[in-house]
C-alpha cells in the first residue's frame, strides 16, 4: 500500500498498486505532480541518476541551438492534462 497522506482530496489513507492503476490519467498526474514535488523538496536525501545529467547537457545543446520550444510550466502541464481528458 502507498501513502497518500491526506494531500489528494477523495483518495484513501492508503491505495494499493491496482487502485492507482485504476485511476483516471489526470488523477495519476496529480499524484505524481505530488510525489515529485515531495522528492524536489529534499534535494539533499534524493540524488540524481547519472544519465539525467547527459539528458540535460542535451537539452541544454538543443536549446542554446535553438531546436527546443520553451513553454512556461504552468502552460505545459495545462496543454499535458487536457491531452489526458
Given at each position: 500500500?502507498?501513502?497518500?497522506?491526506?494531500?489528494?482530496?477523495?483518495?484513501?489513507?492508503?491505495?494499493s498498486?491496482?487502485?492507482?492503476?485504476?485511476?483516471?490519467?489526470?488523477?495519476?498526474?496529480?499524484?505524481?505532480?505530488?510525489?515529485?514535488?515531495?522528492?524536489?523538496?529534499?534535494?539533499?536525501?534524493?540524488?540524481?541518476?547519472?544519465?539525467?545529467?547527459?539528458?540535460?547537457?542535451?537539452?541544454?545543446a538543443?536549446?542554446?541551438?535553438?531546436?527546443v520550444?520553451?513553454?512556461?510550466?504552468?502552460?505545459?502541464?495545462?496543454?499535458?492534462?487536457?491531452?489526458?481528458?
Amino acid at each position: 500500500m502507498l501513502p497518500c497522506r491526506g494531500r489528494q482530496p477523495g483518495y484513501n489513507s492508503s491505495m494499493s498498486i491496482a487502485e492507482l492503476r485504476k485511476l483516471p490519467p489526470i488523477e495519476k498526474m496529480k499524484i505524481i505532480e505530488t510525489l515529485w514535488g515531495d522528492l524536489a523538496a529534499d534535494e539533499e536525501s534524493f540524488e540524481s541518476p547519472a544519465w539525467h545529467g547527459t539528458e540535460l547537457r542535451k537539452t541544454e545543446a538543443d536549446f542554446a541551438a535553438g531546436r527546443v520550444e520553451v513553454m512556461d510550466w504552468e502552460d505545459a502541464k495545462k496543454q499535458l492534462r487536457k491531452q489526458k481528458e
